[in-house]
């Protein structure tokens, strides 16, 4: 196996990191569980930089989208031959056409590796205070341990591979297949039960980590041969039902708002597990999960007449149809919470705009106070309604000055003949498919109350493992052992506990197979990074969406970013690139 020291792979992310604009690389500590004097100050000093790069790790232009517009479930078209080709990068994830040279993936692998190199650091400086005295120092060189392995995870997902370095005097190695999965395994067990449990989601506790080996056991057949058919081994399956029963006996419960678990206050709410701690740190919040994807035409809180979309991300068809199949003549909206929640209540008189001119609809509004406003969450569609600003930029309010809301004005698509904001079906690359109203849009994450703009600042946490997915994974691995009764079970209860809108609780099922599994866990998870992972694990990323024929098995992993390769020319065979690139 080929050794590199440490310091040769710093350079690496650093040298990539270079060529990034718009970075801001300022520490923050994130809450006040990593702040103190003395000793706990080298501690917090220490982990804070770990936790806080997270941020970086999972930016919409970083690990996220690569996530999503990699999978059948976004689509990002170049906005009105005006916004978001970026030198075609996204076009090129989705149509899994993407070359070495390609930015999403490289600044992804550019912030894992970074992220991975401060958590070998933070790690080590643990060690040496643990072996002072410093017993404060136990806990986090436990969180450290489970964060490198948490990275890695990440890498090994995108590239099939890992590094594994337990100090700077050491040397590394990169490890791919049952190696990979191995040494992620026995960091992950060497903490799990010797963490503590009472950590909130800001910070790794022994549930995350159990989570985190649920997962590992759960897609260790596709870690083994990432180009081959998966071998589910009965043993993997019965560590992720022992590992996903710990989490689910634990203190953890499920949300019977759907949506409140990517809410306000979320951070206290009893689903999530693991989040990036987003409150009251203006330098590392941001809402761009929230803002990515809507219309850059609607001001989402009337509060900060700033705030706005970018017109991003879309719903692929293919993955709303997988709603339509479910529910057949039944609207999804009405079948399910977490397809939709009404928060913009439109009255009865004016929700029929057939008879209203557009060019003169200033009559055509409802008022509501300005802090009560908030748009429909989940997926949205059609013409969409929100505040107006008038020509000074100032919005729009009643005599009593409450704000008036309207049907949304189209300011951004040109070549759309149309007055409103009105969310098509139809997205793709054609010239249509690609204005601005084009695609109907995820709205999974509240605009904070909290947020003095729609770029940066937003104290919701973002939810990087809960409870919900810890049901889904038990029910599959119940399911791939044959056990269909148990599966189900799991299935049922996840979706019946959606039921603070008894209207639109999920009905029960009353069967299940492979293909029902990946369709449920589509519904429960979309838009949190998860589904071009479930689409390999189920053998449907080879399939054809909208925009993407492509059916390469090379494709299940990225290519390593040239500029890495090239950064380690001086170790021969280092970085070998990962096939079919």
């Keep these: 196996m080929k050794n590199i020291r440490l310091h040769k792979i710093l350079p690496i992310a650093a040298f990539v990191f270079a060529f990034l604009g718009c970075t801001d690389l300022d520490e923050e500590v994130l809450d006040e569980s990593l ?125 099939g591979l890992v590094f594994k370095k337990d100090g700077s005097d050491q040397l590394s190695e990169i490890l791919r297949g049952q190696e990979a999965i191995s040494y992620i395994e026995s960091e992950l067990l060497s903490v799990v039960d010797v963490m503590s449990g009472e950590k909130g989601p800001g910070r790794l506790n022994k549930y995350a980590v159990s989570a985190l080996l649920a997962r590992l056991y759960l897609n260790a057949a596709v870690y083994r041969d990432p180009y081959g058919t998966p071998d589910f081994r009965s043993e993997d399956m019965d560590k992720v039902i022992q590992y996903t029963n710990n989490i689910i006996n634990g203190p953890y419960s499920l949300s019977p708002e759907y949506f409140d678990v990517f809410s306000d206050n979320n951070n206290s709410n009893p689903e999530v597990i693991f989040s990036l701690d987003q409150r009251g740190v203006l330098e590392t919040e941001h809402s761009r999960w929230a803002y990515w994807p809507i219309s850059g035409d609607l ?125 098509t079906l139809k997205v793709d690359f054609t010239t249509e498919g690609s204005l601005h109203n084009a695609g109907y849009r995820f709205s999974k994450y509240q605009f904070s109350h909290t947020a003095t703009n729609c770029c940066s600042y937003s104290s919701v946490d973002l939810v990087l493992v809960r409870l919900g997915e810890i049901y889904l994974m038990r029910a599959e691995a119940k399911l791939r052992k044959g056990d269909n009764a148990g599966a189900l079970v799991d299935l049922n209860t996840l979706r019946t506990s959606r039921n603070a809108r008894a209207a639109q609780t999920p009905a029960a099922l009353t069967s299940i197979d492979l293909d029902i599994m990946f369709r449920e866990s589509g519904f429960e998870l979309y838009w949190e990074g998860h589904r071009r992972t479930s689409q390999i694990r189920f053998g449907k990323y080879e399939d054809s969406w909208t925009e993407k024929t492509d059916s390469d098995v090379n494709k299940r992993l990225f290519p390593i970013p040239q500029k890495a390769i090239d950064g380690a020319s001086s170790e021969s065979g280092f970085l070998v690139q990962n096939r079919g690139y």
């Excluded at 004005?409 to 904001?421: C, F, K, L, M, Q």
């Design 35 to 159: 702040t103190g004097t003395g000793q706990a100050e080298v501690v917090s000093g220490s982990i804070a930089p770990v936790y806080g790069i997270l941020r970086q790790v999972w930016l919409h232009t970083v690990n996220f989208g690569l996530q999503e517009v990699a999978s059948d479930e976004g689509i990002l078209p170049y906005r009105g031959g005006t916004d978001w080709f970026d030198g075609g990068k996204f076009i090129a994830i989705h149509q899994h056409l993407m070359t070495p040279t390609n930015s999403l993936v490289g600044d992804t692998w550019t912030y894992i590796t970074l992220a991975l190199s401060r958590a070998v650091l933070a790690e080590e400086r643990m060690r040496l205070e643990v072996e002072n005295g410093n017993s404060s120092a136990q806990g986090p060189l436990y969180e450290m341990i489970a964060m490198k392995a948490y990275l890695n995870m990440l890498a090994l997902d995108n590239w």
């Design 299 to 423: 001001i989402p809180r009337p509060e900060f007449p700033n705030t706005r979309g970018t017109d991003a991300v879309a719903v692929t068809p293919d993955f709303f149809q997988t709603w339509v199949d479910a529910y057949g003549n039944v609207d999804p909206a009405e079948a399910d919470a977490r397809f939709f929640k009404e928060n913009t209540i439109i009255p009865e008189n004016l929700k029929d705009l057939s008879g209203v001119n557009p060019t003169n609809d200033s009559d055509h509004f409802y008022s509501i106070a300005a802090t009560d406003f908030e748009i429909n969450r989940g997926i949205l569609r059609n013409i969409i309604w929100g505040p107006r600003k008038d020509d000074g930029g100032n919005i729009l309010t009643d005599d009593q000055g409450k704000v008036r809301i309207y049907p949304v004005i189209n300011r951004r698509s040109s070549g759309a003949n149309i007055r409103y904001v009105d969310h």
